[in-house]
């Protein structure tokens, strides 16, 4: 990785932390993992993180301007680092394994890792648009908006969208390194991608924690409301929205590998 690459790599950061997209600690932990990535895969890697966390950011920001507040979810818009871990740092173990190893089947799983980040972000967004109230994929019934484990079809068709556009880019971005990716390849990624956010629906909706308000009664995944302590009503109380989104990208990352040893 060049310097000009490096500093390119802190000024985004940068604005991104100016954009409120991350905040201190987000920033720093994107600049790290960043770092790692640009080390493996130089300008590939960091094209296909940046595809990634700009359509995110810019789907988000748009819809907070178009859409009023979310109130259910844990966390706004403006990442930690704890969120940049769970979206991007098992797409930086898989590039440090390519790194150590020189197996191409990490830069497959390596881009399957920011498809399934894509597929779960997109979705949440594009769900937002929703006319209609989700539905919670295992019970089958309408949940409130914003629900972990609920499905719509703007949601999903984003999705599919947010997996796609990150596989399609690898296959472009390909053409920086000597490591050429197919369309074949392409799909396997989007479909890895689309799997690991799968992974992700089943988990919030089941092993994720889901909070109640005691005052005025919203399910939430926030841990306190209306100013009070909420009660737990479902899940594991140290699985929080975090770790089903480590989930998420770690199966995809670990599908996206051993697709790519069996079938590539
Ligand atoms: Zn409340």
């Given at each position: 990785m060049s310097i000009i690459t490096a500093a390119g790599v802190i000024m985004l950061a940068a604005a991104a932390y100016i954009k409120g997209s991350l905040n201190k600690s987000g920033a720093v932990t994107a600049v790290l993992v960043a770092m790692m990535i640009g080390a493996a895969f130089d300008l590939f890697g960091l094209l296909v993180l940046a595809l990634f966390f700009i359509t995110s950011s810019v789907l988000g920001k748009w819809l907070d301007k178009k859409l009023p507040a979310d109130e259910?979810?844990?966390?706004?818009?403006?990442?930690d680092w704890a969120q940049v871990m769970a979206n991007g740092g098992w797409p930086a173990v898989a590039a440090i394994l390519f790194l150590l190893?020189?197996?191409?089947a990490w830069v497959i799983a390596f881009s399957a890792g920011f498809a399934a980040a894509a597929s779960d972000t997109w979705a949440s967004e594009f769900g937002r648009l929703s006319r209609q109230k989700p539905v919670d994929?295992?019970?089958?019934k309408r949940v409130e908006k914003g629900r972990s484990g609920a499905v719509s079809l703007p949601g999903t068709a984003g999705a599919a969208g947010g997996a796609a556009a990150v596989a399609a880019g690898a296959v472009l971005f390909?053409?920086?390194?000597?490591n050429l990716l197919t369309w074949e390849q392409a799909v396997l990624i989007g479909a890895a991608g689309f799997t690991g956010q799968l992974i992700d629906t089943i988990a919030g909706g089941t092993v994720q924690t889901l909070y109640q308000c005691q005052r005025c009664g919203i399910k939430t995944?926030?841990?306190?409301h209306c100013g009070l302590a909420v009660k737990k009503i479902r899940g594991v109380s140290w699985i929080s929205n975090d770790a089903v989104n480590h989930l998420c990208t770690l199966s995809a990352v670990l599908i996206g590998y051993s697709a790519s040893r069996l079938f590539m």
């Open positions: 259910t979810g844990e966390k706004g818009n403006c990442r190893t020189s197996d191409p994929l295992l019970r089958l390909s053409g920086f390194t000597g995944e926030r841990k306190s």
